[in-house]
């Protein structure tokens, strides 16, 4: 591959390692750099091309290449597009936990990271998807790991044993409390998790007939209804605590709720955010249905 195609796949930049891989010898460089074919950075050994505009990409590229060191965190989700509201920073993580001079914009983390931990995703030095989602889980704030655990879960980003893995090779390490927190989430799903809660508080306010995962089919098609009430036609939906994991299964729901209105059924919508921070009128919604 070309040097300038290296460079303009990582945002302009490329280091003097790697026009060195390419055959490319010093003198040459020194050469491009006095006619202004290759420019310098504030990071040495890492030029820019000569008139080449910033691009999105440009800082986790420099970031990388200067630290030689993995993108992580907020920024790692950025780049696997997690969609998921950051810093202005760029995150990396030393392999090696040694100090490094931060360069400006850019936020170093010092913990021991394995090497299945790092990948390459779109040519960059990344931690892995999982990886990232952990770092972020146990970094950001609480309701925010618990929007991001809720959309990793079902987009099977991670799994239990990515958690585990975590909490037992790297005990003490920050964020691992926060983690332990939002764990029970993620073993079984956070949707079952949600439905276990309301089917709790079901039980706990004497509230009989009614049946869960009840197989409702219409159109020809099999669904399943989170809770219902088959006597009186009641169906109580969970949305998981954040939002469903795809256009293709929220699209799914509405299908099956606008199918259970047709059939004459009432349908209750209930959030995550609803069972744990007001469960109080969760139940009262339901009871003035039931009574009705």
């Known amino acids: 591959m070309q040097w300038t195609r290296v460079a303009e796949l990582q945002g302009g930049l490329i280091s003097r390692g790697q026009l060195e891989a390419l055959g490319i010898p010093s003198s040459t460089v020194s050469r491009w750099l006095r006619s202004g074919r290759l420019v310098r950075t504030p990071a040495a050994g890492v030029f820019r091309v000569g008139g080449a505009p910033a691009a999105p990409a440009s800082a986790a590229w420099f970031a990388a290449l200067s630290s ?25 993580t030393r392999f090696d936990r040694r100090r490094l001079d931060w360069p400006v ?58 958690v585990d893995r975590r909490l037992r090779a790297q005990r003490g390490r920050g964020g691992n409390r926060q983690i332990r927190l939002l764990a029970p989430f993620i073993g079984d799903g956070a949707d079952a998790e949600s439905e276990r809660r309301l089917q709790r508080m079901l039980r706990n306010a004497n509230v009989t007939g009614w049946i869960a995962h009840l197989p409702f089919f219409a159109g020809g098609r099999r669904f399943e209804i989170d809770i219902a009430f088959p006597e009186l036609k009641l169906a109580i939906e969970i949305d998981g605590y954040a939002y469903h994991s795809s256009d293709d299964r929220f699209q799914r729901d509405r299908t099956k709720q606008n199918a259970l209105i047709a059939a004459g059924w009432r349908v209750l919508r209930f959030t995550w955010a609803d069972l744990d921070d007001r469960p109080g009128y969760v139940l009262a919604q339901i009871l003035q249905l039931l009574a009705a």
């Open 68 to 92: 030689h060191s993995p993108v992580s965190f907020v920024s790692a989700a950025r780049w696997w597009e997690m969609q998921l509201d950051d810093d202005a920073l760029v995150h990396i």
């Open 105 to 162: 914009g850019v936020r170093v983390h010092r913990v021991a990271l394995r090497g299945d931990a790092v990948t390459r995703h779109r040519g960059l030095l990344v931690t892995t998807r999982a990886e990232t989602v952990l770092d972020c889980m146990g970094w950001l704030s609480l309701g925010r790991a618990r929007v991001l655990a809720d959309r990793a879960v079902q987009q099977r980003w991670i799994t239990m044993a990515d």
